[in-house]
């Protein structure tokens, strides 16, 4: 079917070749002109603006943003709102947090437009060969475009998860369940590594990935992160984060739910970014207080 | 190759038969006769008891123990110790505490046995199609049995990782990651549970084994127990736990390593256990005591 | 000074005895009329509303509202906001979220109204006898009122913080701090109940307080729960919790501190208010699905 | 009463002044001389060696020893052993871990020695004017000595708490609610510091000492600790720990008990004294690996 993409960066441009590999016609544009000049060399019909792009597109339209959330998404929206036509739809392919999906389906649903919340997972090699989605929205509007999920996933690889909100929230929630996840296997690798034995860890995140309870992609990338630098000599241990997992920790105090090990995989990202701490501080400062232990000084 | 085999549980039994069918001479045997009996009818040669077994076997013998951790591996230990010679060689396939097979590895020295440890996952399952294996032990002397490992381990489904104990600890590791990523999972679930959406877990699980990041055998078995019962509404949240969580945390504080997340997934275990708890009470005592406020009776 | 006051609920009716002890002349109102009946025989002006209120105070006017957190704080504002006059200061003493604060106290600015944000900690005995204030606003403003906190608060049982809203953000850090240490010592005694020892937790916390390093107000609390109840068996350990701990998580993340110990104290909490847990229910399901091991069936 | 002391270090010396304050006559001896020397000069007996020591003892003898935990009072207990008479009385006052006294008391019983552990809080200050005593041990012996801690304790400031053990495992308990306490306050300045508010911690700590629900001896050394440096500047933020916390989260685990505050307060204590973490470079590898998230370099 023709769709329009707006946003050409790693994740839409993969998509972008994704979705022409599969006989879908797509009408693309980005900030970033170059990209829609590659693009066009590939196969997508480019638009220099978004209200080129919408011009080019015939109601009802299909439009798929496949750019940053927060502040991008927010202005994107803005541009199009005024732009669109009674039934058409705007799909929100990137990492929004489902309080944002809520407010804006509804201000879309004032304009008469049809929106969809997905999240998509697998990084920029699923976007290209088959992502994995979480797909939320009106379900008799979702089953006509179907087509273009089915195509770029992965076999298997949609979910039509319920009504909107549902599958950014879902998205959110898998990569909760992500930092836990990679919080334990670094866990797990430190301890090897303090440990009195001398192991070979792309041997262990090997073995690990034949027949054991622990095998998964994220042991996959493991093993592939250590074939590349035996001891991760050349790296610092700075655990960055860009969202999701702050927003589940949320979401399980707004549930009022216990997820400490979701809770705990966040905040030790938080510590890797200082250099030293305040709460160190005032402890060290205690110790030396009662018990005359000494301190590091600065 | 010919080896004996002390241990027709589960694991043992499933073993055995993954012995024979890969052309090996297995003498067997078990406390339990009629397991032994069954064995004999599969192919094993029966033993009725470890000195039988140790009689039936040609020095150097090689001997596979597959018993639970602990005092049974004590006691099949003190039995055998006497009735080896030099060289032979003991292989302890049990979930033992890396500490423990430091101490029995150092008394088998003595007597000029060989001591290996291997830690064994993947289950029933894997241990009659294809295991996962951690060995620790002697190199030279491993190499002159690996075949035993490499015909009854699923394709590279095998690792010696080094010296004595060094399997065992993997194991244990291994299982502590398999705690965090297991309540990782649990906690995921948790927050859709009481999330204001309406998700069908099974095929939430499905779609997360399709190209997510998260995608991992654990995954595929929460897609099975969902498959089974929705909600999961027939059982209880009791999380017990065997062992190898707690070793992996007391390592972890030997080794002065911060591993929250293992930490944590091993005590929301313990919660589990508990309908109340003091602690809860102490703290409810105490809101009352400063902020009259209320606290539920018993 | 003269004052009005809003709200004679268990803190603000014992704040209005403590200003009448203090010779402030103090006019007073509540949605429950008894009360207001029951002020004025102790010594205040009774107004049977809002408006009344407002009326009986000369401008500019000093006016304390303490109120629940929340609607209740919004919906009294919204109703004092068009009786008030430039020059008038209103002081919210209830547990206010800071970012509501902000908020309020930019509202009001727009009115030329001075607002204050004041956190109360000491409990209800407290506001009767000397309670421990944290406040925000505007300083100079501030001096003017002075009196009234310093009256009725412990000696230097006050403290002004800074600009609007760092008031009621000490509260909030002041009691994430007090559910960590509530925690600490719940999980102290929980250690001690489970220990093969049989001690007489009251006699332990009494000596606690006599010389020990953690020697605090809270032990002298936990000393007074269980003279009253030596095991505290007649309550269940059910920890609810009013917001400000959920508060200071939330902070927490916006700020990216690793704060874990209030974090799990505030998420055993929530976890001590569920029977049982779907985390526990998926996690006890997968260790049947990869381990054969019994689940406990509802 | 006569007793014999054994250690003068900063917490022996100071206990010896207040037993000498107290109209004791105490036999003392160190490994270090010029310390004998000195507490000679201040009124006790000196004794060049142990063996001295018990010499100038009549039977039955109290002998206290307020030696480092572990090796230390192991080897005391080695030399003092074959000196002792039946009834003889040994005091541990030192930090031991409770399985450590369990097996010595055990010992000392077979020769008809009463053994007493006795966990000793308050610091160096305390050992001086009066300190708090956790006592485990015989109690009708108990009574015969019971002078010498009440006259050197704070007043109520020491408890019999129960059969031998019961003193040292109080006392790590109280350990590690201190922990939890600490790491609480800790976390609330870092997420004071990390606010858009300009604090006076000096003065905050002040405040909260002052009717506040976290007033607590912590929290007037915090106080102190601010009055020295207002930001702790010159401190860095690096939390050792000796012991106690550890054993109290290895007991929580023996015990299966859910002691998250307790155990996190260690972790982060281990976390502190690591200037990069293995976990944190598996996780850094592992979002480059699926997300091509940039890493920091070393």
């Not at 638009?47 to 080019?56: G, P």
């Not at 496949?66 to 732009?83: D, F, R, Y």
Request: with cysteine; net charge negative.
């Amino acid at each position: 079917m023709k769709l329009g993409l707006i946003g050409l960066g790693k994740m839409g441009y993969n998509l972008a070749l994704n979705l022409l590999d599969n006989q879908h016609e797509v009408v693309a544009t980005d900030v970033n002109s170059s990209q829609v000049e590659n693009i066009a060399k590939d196969g997508a019909t480019p638009a220099q603006s978004i209200v080129e792009l919408v011009d080019k597109l015939e109601a009802p339209r299909t439009i798929w943003m496949m750019v940053p959330a927060g502040e991008i998404t927010e202005q994107v929206l803005s541009e199009l709102k005024p732009l669109l036509s009674v039934g058409d739809r705007v799909i929100d392919g990137g990492n929004s947090n489902y309080k944002d999906t809520l407010r804006r389906s509804e201000e879309m649903d004032a304009y008469g437009i049809h929106y969809f919340d997905v999240g998509t997972s697998g990084g920029t090699e699923g976007a290209r060969n088959g992502a994995c989605y979480m797909i939320g929205g009106d379900e008799t509007e979702f089953r006509k475009i179907e087509a273009i999920f089915k195509d770029t996933a992965i076999e298997s690889g949609y979910h039509f998860a319920g009504r909107t909100g549902s599958g950014h929230f879902l998205k959110m929630v898998h990569n909760g369940i992500e930092y836990g996840m990679m919080q334990a296997i670094g866990e797990g690798f430190d301890i090897l590594e303090k440990s009195p034995f001398d192991y070979d860890y792309e041997q262990v995140a090997n073995v690990w990935n034949h027949g054991s309870v622990i095998r998964s992609w994220l042991m996959e990338l493991t093993e592939s992160a250590f074939s590349k630098d035996a001891k991760l000599e050349d790296i610092r241990g700075v655990m960055n984060s860009s969202g999701e997992g702050k927003w589940t920790v949320e979401s399980a105090l707004d549930l009022q739910t216990a997820a400490p090990v979701i809770a705990l995989s966040l905040m030790m990202r938080y510590r890797s970014q200082e250099d030293d701490t305040f709460t160190g501080k005032v402890v060290a400062a205690l110790r030396n207080e009662f018990g005359g232990h000494a301190v590091v000084k600065n």
